[in-house]
């Protein structure tokens, strides 16, 4: 199948912006999102954007979604020790109605 | 509160031997999912339902077999075909219905062949 891609590692200082970036497959997918995995548990729904926006903000998250390029970005401001995770973007591929997820971002946040 | 619940957190297995990973959720989802997550690495989709008494494999379901006889409970078997079980099992359930079915996870269970 055709692949959701991230890159596997970010490291950023606490304190400073992280942008999290992804290349999804599926031009008619309607909604993208963006898991948060901690060490040892599992995925957390961190937010989620309709295809026909540009860009939703909640609270320290911001994503930012181009179409054209199909690319996908999650900014977290102010980043914190608490940020270090596992994040993971996926999109919905409608008629499997199922999710497509990519490889995952491990993000280290450094004091 | 409505929720997936995974059961135990950790298991250990000795070779040869078949266990059975449980997952229950009560938000009145009609799919559920089984990933496998190995470290530093994604997840594999190991069998998935999307209604009562029907599922389908998934990329990885060799040596795994799945069960779905209430909307509620989906537990995965991990039978001793399975030649390198070691890993973290994550269960998930969506709706089947309209455009937003972002799926909703369970805490995960670590399993170790001992």
């Known amino acids: 199948g055709e692949d959701v891609e991230q890159s596997l590692f970010l490291s950023v200082r606490e304190g400073d912006s992280s942008v999290i970036n992804c290349t999804y497959t599926d031009s008619s997918s309607t909604y993208l999102y963006w898991y948060k995995q901690e060490p040892g548990a599992g995925l957390q729904l961190l937010t989620y954007?309709?295809?026909?926006?540009d860009m939703k903000q909640d609270q320290r998250l911001t994503v930012l979604l181009n179409k054209k390029d199909k690319h996908l970005s999650l900014r977290i401001a102010d980043t914190q020790t608490g940020d270090s995770a596992i994040y993971f973007c996926?999109?919905?591929?409608?008629?499997?109605?199922?999710?497509?997820f990519g490889s995952g971002t491990q993000l280290t946040v450094l004091p | 509160d409505g929720g997936i619940t995974q059961s135990p957190k950790y298991l250990f297995r000795k070779e040869g031997q078949n266990v059975t990973l449980s997952c229950e959720q009560n938000l009145n989802h009609d799919a559920m999912y089984w990933y496998r997550q190995d470290p530093g690495q994604g997840l594999r989709l190991i069998y998935y339902?999307?209604?009562?008494?029907?599922?389908q494999k998934g990329d990885i379901a060799e040596g795994y077999s799945v069960s779905r006889e209430k909307k509620e409970s989906f537990p995965l078997t991990v039978t001793s075909a399975q030649k390198n079980p070691t890993a973290f099992y994550l269960c998930a359930s969506s709706v089947m219905w309209g455009a937003n079915y972002g799926y909703t996870f369970g805490s995960g269970t670590r399993l170790t062949v001992v």
């Open positions: 339902s999307q209604i009562v008494n029907d599922f």
């Open positions: 954007i309709f295809s026909n926006m």
């Open positions: 996926a999109e919905n591929q409608g008629s499997a109605r199922q999710l497509t």
